[in-house]
């Protein structure tokens, strides 16, 4: 099992562009969360899927979307890039609790820069 | 809102003596409380979560709902201790929610 991967790993785009990041999860796992870590802090929450469907979101504008597909991989899509919007994007992999799941696996990221 | 507050931005320790990492929060139910570390080049791994109160590579963290604390300790720091470390909170659905992370410098 390679885990949780995440693609591209390093994107530069131009202020203004848009652009996905795609994400496939541990096997067996059916929830897929994407995380922004901007430098020097923690990883911040975007939003979560599971069953197609986003099931949580955190503070992050509309520019902010995602999906997920029938084999449980996501993309996150991010519109009008800011320079603001450089960071590292996480991916992180897990079953729902009440499915049995014990912690959340993460992927090694896509490393955006907007210029 | 939950909130998760590491104060260290950076610790450095020598080789055996013990380190301890604080980490605090703030949420008004009932928080499952992790602590992740990423070595260098490494991804984000879970380290330990308080519900299973296991030892991991010779860390410890107690929950303290009093003190809304959850502080990462080892008596004894190794050199392959070196990494950085964060403090995270879930409401239970892997939300996490994670504090902005303790650099650890273990000296020989």
């Known amino acids: 099992d390679a885990g949780v991967t995440q693609s591209p790993t390093h994107l530069i785009k131009t202020r203004g562009q848009q652009v996905t990041l795609r994400c496939s999860p541990k096997?067996?796992?059916?929830?897929v969360s994407w995380y922004q870590q901007a430098l020097g802090q923690g990883p911040q929450f975007i939003f979560q899927?599971?069953?197609?469907?986003?099931?949580q979101r955190g503070n992050f504008p509309d520019r902010f979307s995602g999906h997920q597909f029938p084999n449980y991989s996501s993309e996150l899509n991010v519109n009008a890039l800011l320079l603001g919007d450089s960071a590292l994007y996480l991916c992180?992999?897990?079953?729902?609790?009440?499915?049995?799941?014990?912690?959340?696996?993460f992927g090694q990221g896509t490393r955006l820069t907007v210029v | 809102a939950q909130r998760v507050t590491q104060p260290e931005k950076l610790l450095s320790v020598f080789k055996g003596a013990p380190v301890e990492l604080k980490c605090n929060y703030s949420y008004s139910g009932s928080p499952e409380l992790f602590w992740y570390v990423q070595y260098s080049r490494q991804r984000l791994q879970l380290l330990l979560r308080?519900?299973s109160r296991e030892s991991i590579k010779g860390f410890t963290a107690d929950l303290n709902k009093g003190e809304t604390s959850f502080h990462l300790k080892k008596p004894f720091a190794q050199e392959e201790d070196s990494a950085m470390y964060y403090c995270a909170l879930s409401e239970g659905d892997y939300k996490l929610s994670f504090g902005a992370g303790t650099t650890v410098t273990v000296r020989a």
């Open positions: 899927y599971y069953e197609e469907e986003e099931r």
């Open positions: 308080h519900i």
């Open positions: 096997s067996g796992h059916d929830t």
């Open positions: 992180a992999s897990s079953l729902l609790p009440g499915q049995g799941g014990t912690e959340a696996f």
